[in-house]
């Protein structure tokens, strides 16, 4: 196993670029996850250190080595690909025995460590098959067979579980994360599902638009989003943004709606807001630290309920707040209908503020 | 349609267009089959019962002399046809194999490379369809006698070349575009070269379109003529399309020898053809044809 | 959202990255390997060719293929055949021949495509039959055909007076009136098959879904057709037509084999009449001058060749 350094990678084409200055260390052992929307420049990430396509400039190093100009099969890494990749025409077995046989070791071998591997996997019965006669299930494990026979230094994976049925998903997930555990495997995770890279990685590097947002741990990203994209990206359902303006309450710095409301703050959160390039503040809260009441109390903002979804555990109510959508939970017990009018109670612990120019989040320090 | 009590009018207008395209099959049918068959009719007739009016529609004394003159190797027209016939043979199969082994790679290049040119070859390469072999029929003389292959199996099969490879080429590279890229990453990864790649995991998947691509290949070249009537002087030299008409062009009125020779010249294009039919349409379906 | 920057800064500018073509070219060397092997095949047999071509017809040449005692006679050969009357009478001959052969031909093998599409007892049986013209040669054909037009104990002849349509054995290709329609007819017998491969192949791309929408929304057959088939096979038809107008336009063996152009040259066609001048007077320089203009021709039908090939051909590279 081995580490892996990202240093100022650029990749362009033409004059576009997919990626844009990535900086980042995976430590040995370490489950990293790439996490974006689409075309956020992830999966461009991972083809770079892949191999597959060229660097423009900056530097990977895979260990001690520096490999930008090393072909694939010189960079000791293995790859899972979104739809699996495996060779049609060949049975499990050989699937899973070409990559020793292109790295010439002999058949002994190769058949002891094919048969370790299918083990592993519980797929022994499967050897013969055919790629196109197993299930979707059973087509991952063999690409992550694949990639386990040759004991690289680096696992890549992109989006691995996104052609899985959902059921199928949360199983194999957890699958792979006892895999990352057993074998303390250097793995870097490719993935658009949010909540796959917050329940599966150690760290998790959020893109954009070819940019690095934010690299860190999933809690640390959860609790401190850098910017109103990570704060939108990560967690389920969304933080609620809601824009506002800062303002001045008898001294005390608050925050106006157009709506007519003001939200009072406390003395941390007023130093935050003044730290603003302008007057305009996204006020974020996640739907767990809202607290709704159906009659006026001090300090509770008015709002009406638009969608009420009941999942079982909790329900998700949806209001509308000086023009923004905002998501709450609430216990089951708790009823509210569409068009009820209810107030919602802010946490000043918990609330996240963003400078609404710059978009990035607001620091009280 | 007094029997059909469910949904009158829907259900005769299914039928109308059902038995419209019943007749239509059935003119396409005759207006097909009636030449072949009446080919085959008077290849068996003797040369006095097919010069006769009202025709014979079936001949009173069926006869497989012409044939038997064609395949007999005693005879001088025996002789002929069956070197015509391996002459035309062997330029097939060599024009075959060499389209096959020029097309490949060219095609998967065009699919999978980005190399500054690309698209301008790629449409130069298809262009060359575009012309007539009569316009390129001096120069391309005095350039296989300047090279030395006037009378030459060799001008015949550089030339056929040329006019198999553009769609050789797009039909592959149609082929190609539809095998994910993903399979040879993964096999670059798993430490093969991208030749190897390509090699190992790419052209096996391909097989059905190189079968097309080569099926395309050699009926075109079995078929040729005027590159054949041009190149080759020589009577032991001349392939099946020219040499049956050098042949006939002095027997004008044996009809059933000439139909006998036309029948036996198709049946080996026919025969791998509709062997091999449902590889070429689903190279088209993949390949060309795709949205 | 707009937001791309993140950590980094919003105003950073990047020099872009330019390689220069030869640079890009250099890199990716080995990648025209693959290709050199068709290159060099095509530029022997075409670039060559082409520039041979363009040079003789500004030459005055004897007879024989030596072509040692050429005269350069600079466009006089171009200037002679725009004023002969024969080139119109051939022009319009190509149109009709290239126009009625490429849509009729086009009709019958979309039809039959149509036709075959729903599964029944002997379809493949019927498909491969149809498909037999395209396949065997065009002297095949040829000759098959001529037997059948025979003007004494022709086959179609032989019908229709034994039908009493006719009192006596029609000429159908030594007459002025019929020989171009009669080598019409066995010119779409070589090629209607060829449309109706296509558009199989193409039918086979229509969703289902789509015909199943619309026959939900009440279209009955032909306005399924007419909505849905006709317009999502546009891309293939285009390309089909398109193929099929080129090779009528270039058709020689046909019309060479059973007629030789005539009578009157009523069957004479583009093609035809070059090779008749180059092989059969030997005016060289003069066919060159045809085939220049016929280059031209073909140059401005190629630019929509290109156009509707690289229709079919969307998807980009990597």
Redesign the interface.
Known sequence: MAQVVLKDLVKTYGSVYAVHDVSLTVNDGEFVALVGPSGCGKTTTL?LV???IPITSGDIVIGDRVVNNL???D?D???V???Y?L???KSVYKNLA??LQ??RLPREEIDLKVREAAKVLDMTHLLERKPRELSGGQQQRVALG?ALV?DPAVF?MDEPLSNLDAKLRVQMRSEIKRFHQDLKATIIYVTHDQLEAVTMADKMAVMNGGYLQQYDTPAQVFAHPVNMFVASFIGSPAMSLIPLEATSVNGETALSSAEGWTLALSPRNARKVKKATSKKIVLGARHSTLKLHKSSIPGAIPAKVYTVEPTGDVTFVQAFLSGAVVNISVPPSVSVVPDEQVWLEFDQERMHLFDGETEMALNAE | MALDSVSRSGGQ??DG?RWG??F??LF??L??????I??LI?SIKSGFA??????QWWPREPTLASYQKLLDPQNSVGQDFLRFFWNSLYVSVLTTLLAV???V??A???????????KF?F?????????????????????MRWLGLVNTHGSLI??Y??FG?PLA??LL?GFY?NI????E?????????RF?AFIL?VA??SVPGIIATAIYSF?GA??E??YAA?FLTKNEQLTL?VG??RF?SENTSD?PG??AA?FM??VP??VL??LL?RY??RA??EG???? | MTIMTGQADSNRTKPVVRTS?LQ??WT?RT?????L???I??L???A???Y??ID?SLYKTPPG?L?KDKIWVGFDNYVAILGSEIVWKVTLNTFIWTFASTIIAFI?GY??A???HRDFFGRGV?R??????W??????AS???K??Y?S??G?IG?VL??LGILDH?PNFIDRTNTVLPSLIVVNI?RE?PFAM??L???L??VPDQLLRAAKVDGA???QRFWHVTFP?LS??ST?TIL?LA?AN??S??IPW?MTGGGPANASHIW?TH??EI??GRQR?GV??AY?VL??LI??T??YF??RA??G??K?E??
């Open positions: 083809n892949a191999g597959l072909d694939p099969k960079r890494i293995a790859m690909f979104q739809n990749a060779y049609p025409q070409f990559p292109m790295r694949r040759r890549l | 207008r299914i267009w395209g019943r239509f099959l396409m049918l207006y097909t089959a009636v030449p072949m009446w080919m008077t097919a010069m006769q009016f009202p025709p082994a020029v097309a790679p060219a998967y290049a065009f699919s999978r490379f980005s190399f500054p040119g690309r070859l449409f130069s390469v298809l262009l060359r369809n575009m012309f007539p072999a009569v316009i390129f029929l001096v120069p391309l003389f005095i350039l550089l030339t070349l040329t490879l080429i797009w590279k575009d994910p890229v993903q399979l990453q993964a096999a670059r990864i798993d430490g093969a070269t190897q995991i096996p998947l009926i079995w078929n003529y005027i041009t399309p049956i008409q006939f009809y000439l139909m036309t010249m198709s294009v026919v053809f509709l039919q070429f349409v088209l379906t060309a044809v795709k949205h | 073509l890009q070219m990716s990648d025209y390997l693959y290709v092997p068709a290159i095949v095509m022997i047999v075409i060559y060719p082409i041979y071509t003789l293929l072509l019958l039809g039959a149509l036709a075959l019927i491969a039959i149809l498909i037999i013209p396949v065997i040669s065009a002297v095949a000759y098959v055909w037997w059948i025979h004494d104990f086959l032989a007076v034994q054995q017998w209607f491969i296509m199989t192949a193409g086979q791309t009955n057959a032909w999502y891309g293939v390309v193929l080129v336009f270039n020689f063996i084999l093609i070059i090779y180059a092989f060289w066919g060159a085939s016929l280059f073909l140059m039908m190629g060749y290109v090939l690289s079919a051909e998807k590279g990597p």
